[in-house]
């Protein structure tokens, strides 16, 4: 594994997380319930973040430290781990377009979760 | 008394066909879901940070990681207010949100004059910069919202 793993396979999970948020604010915005393009989006979030979580778990073993507080980055890691199953939930329970929009925010906050997690692994320390 | 416990699920799953979806408990909550949505997610981070503060740094900046850990609490205490229903939530909602804003606007302040004091990492300092200035813009939209639907509680006569 490279040392560079963590760094673009984060960005690539903002990337995602930022377009699955903002699916899911436009299709709020056009009337929608959540539905399988915006529950879709938010599984593409969780699945990458769980391959993350795969990732740092195994990167260290490797030779590829976080150069910031470990505890730090799992606690974001592992809150943005909760927090999407979270929203789905709500989802699934409560069908109104202001859901889908509960969605968007969950993904988008999960983006910033990410960006935060990239600082404390690559430049933290620095 | 156990068998009514066993027999109500089933005599609410029963009414449910035939109630409508807007009626009731289950009632939607409308754009005031994406307010408790965003404060729940303000619990978690708040709630996130604290503990790693506390557990990492709290020699640092002792009194403000305190208040990091109780903000984080009333947090949590004012989503969960806000996501149930009732007169007593609806007064601990006011509560919680009221100590909010006073917070973030204190320790907003304080932190602009005295750095040592409130760090730059806790919820509140600067006026909740280090979380886009959310902690300051909620209070008050829960402040909004709250009152609309305490409006509605008098209509309704509950």
């Keep these: 594994m490279r040392d560079d793993v963590i760094e673009w396979f984060t960005w690539l999970q903002v990337v995602v997380a930022v377009a699955a948020g903002i699916v899911c604010l436009v299709l709020s915005v056009a009337g929608k319930v959540p539905n399988d393009y915006s529950l879709g989006a938010l599984f593409a979030v969780e699945l990458l973040l769980v391959a993350q979580l795969i990732v740092a778990v195994i990167a260290p073993a490797v030779g590829n430290n976080a150069t910031g507080s470990p505890l730090e980055f799992y606690t974001y890691l592992v809150s943005a781990v909760i927090l999407i199953p979270l929203a789905a939930f709500w989802g699934l329970v409560e069908r109104t377009r202001w859901s889908t929009m509960i969605l968007g925010v969950a993904a988008l906050a999960v983006a910033i979760m990410l960006y935060r997690m990239l600082q404390i692994w690559t430049v933290q320390g620095a | 008394m156990q068998s009514l416990l066993a027999l109500s699920p089933n005599l609410e799953a029963m009414q ?143």
């Design chain 2, 16 to 158: 449910s066909p035939t109630t409508p979806p807007n009626s009731g408990r289950t009632r939607s909550r409308g754009i005031g879901g994406v307010l408790i949505a965003v404060y729940g997610v303000l619990a978690l981070a708040a709630t996130g940070r604290s503990f790693v503060q506390i557990a990492t740094k709290f020699d640092h900046a002792p009194l403000a990681y305190v208040l990091s850990a109780v903000s984080a609490i009333v947090y949590i205490v004012a989503t969960i207010a806000l996501f149930r229903r009732g007169p007593v939530w609806y007064r601990v909602a006011w509560v919680t949100i009221s100590f909010e804003l006073v917070g973030v606007l204190l320790v907003g302040l304080l932190s602009v004059f005295d750095g040592q004091l409130f760090p730059s990492d806790t919820v509140w300092s600067v006026f909740g910069r280090g979380y886009l200035f959310i902690p300051l813009v909620l209070p008050v939209l829960g402040m909004v919202w709250l009152s609309t639907r305490g409006r509605d509680h008098v209509e309704s006569g509950a």
